[in-house]
Every structure is written in C-alpha cells, then in structure tokens.
C-alpha cells in the first residue's frame, strides 16, 4: 500500500494550512464571512497543490484523471470530509446555513443525478469526438469504488464551502437566485488560479466550472446541499472514470 502521494501532499501544504490554522484563532470567533474566506482558500491551496504532484492530471482537452492508487483516492475523500467536520467543529454557525435536504429525500437524489448528467453529458460527448489517441486513459474499472468515494466526499467539501455555507450565508440577505448567482460566479473565481496558473488550460475551465456552480447552486437552492453534492460528484467521477 503506496501511501507517499498522500503524505507528500500533506508534508507539502503544511506551511499553508498552518498560516492558515493561526488565521482563523485569532479571528473573532462570531465572524463567519470572514473565516469563511480562510476554509475557500485552504481548499485552493491544497486542491491546487495536487496538480504538481501528479494526484490528477488535466489534458489539454480538459480531460481529468486522478492518481491509479485506490487507497489515497480514499483518504483524500476522508480528509476531505474531516475538513467539513473540523470546520463546522470549530465554526458551528456554519452548520446552521446548510440545508441537507429541501423537500423529498427521493426527490434529492433524482434531482441530484439529473444535474450530474447535466454537467458531464456536453463533456462526455465531446471527449468521444476527440481521436483516440488525443484522449487520457480511462480509470481502471477496479478502481471506481475509490474513485467514486472522493468524487462525493471530496466534492461534498467543495458543496459545503460554496452552496451550503457561501449560499447560505448569502441567502440570510439577498434573493435566493441572487444568491446562487453569486455562488455560481464565486466558484468559477476561485478556479481563476488553477485554469491560468496551474493547469495553463484558461478560459474552458473558468466556463466550465461557471456551468457547473450555477447547476449546483440551482439544485440545492431547490433540493438541498445533498442534491448539488450529488450533482458535482457524480459528474466529476463519470468525467474522471473515462466514460
């Protein structure tokens, strides 16, 4: 069990999160706009931070792929859980802006899946243009159960900072719609880095991660953070499984 990916990403973004660890103690504790910004830009430092260590790889046709290694695909998705827990932990205003569900759990998980196909379904289909040798290989089958494991939690972190904490926080004043607008639009903004620094892929990743915010954002002002952590994982793993 090769577990050095995982520990190198770590070791590597220490300095950050421990920056960031001082930040958030000696802000005041009844500040959640804040501290909030603090979790968005830890997510971004390590999110960004696995793209030089090869734990995913972006083609230049936007094709993604994680690391052929079951069990750090795994912890990176419990990491990524107790993050929400530590955050929440520490930060139990943020809980309460969270909406798991809104209406019918049934209803969640179909709406959910309705916005992944949503997301992937344009991707997919212009992937299987592309001549096969312009294409990434697929995930090996064996390895989706893992895979799938860090699309939902790894992405439900991602739901929670963006739809359940920004969007809530933002829904406590303004129109719902407006809020997941801005939800959409400040998603898109924090992959700013990523598209032009990191990956050099540029405007396609801004657009899409814009498409995909906004549908997200609109599924869980409808359905709940449940329903949007469903549409962002599910569509992030057919894309990265090769389909």
């Known amino acids: 069990m090769d577990l ?23 802000l005041p504790a009844h500040q959640p706009a804040f501290r909030l910004v603090v979790y968005m830009l830890l997510f971004v430092l390590i999110r960004d931070a696995m793209t030089p260590l090869e734990l995913w790889d972006l083609s230049q046709a936007g094709e993604l792929r994680f690391i052929e290694n079951g069990p750090v695909l795994v912890l990176l998705g419990l990491a990524a859980l107790g993050l929400v ?47 096969p040798g312009d294409r990434l290989p697929a995930m090996p089958l064996a390895l989706w159960p893992a895979l799938l494991t860090l699309c939902l939690l790894g992405n439900f972190l991602e739901e929670a900072l963006f739809r359940g904490w920004f969007q809530g926080l933002l829904a406590r004043d303004a129109p719902p719609r407006r809020a997941a607008l801005s939800s959409a639009l400040f998603f898109a903004f924090f992959h700013v880095f990523l598209a032009l620094t990191v990956t050099g892929l540029g405007w396609p990743i801004i657009a899409f991660t814009f498409y995909e915010g906004l549908i997200a954002a609109f599924v869980c002002m409808r359905l709940g953070l449940v329903a949007a952590t469903l549409s962002h994982g599910v569509a992030i793993f057919l894309l990265a499984a090769g389909l």
Request: without cysteine; charged residues 15%.
């Open 85 to 131: 827990g530590l955050a929440e932990r520490f930060d139990p205003e943020l809980r309460a802006l969270r909406r798991p569900f809104v209406g019918s759990r049934l209803k969640a998980i179909a709406g959910g899946l309705v916005g992944a196909a949503a997301i992937a379904g344009p991707l997919i289909a212009y992937y299987h243009t592309l001549p």
């Open 4 to 26: 050095m990916p995982f520990v190198s990403l770590m070791a590597h973004v220490a300095p950050g999160v421990l920056v960031g660890a001082v930040i958030l103690a000696v």
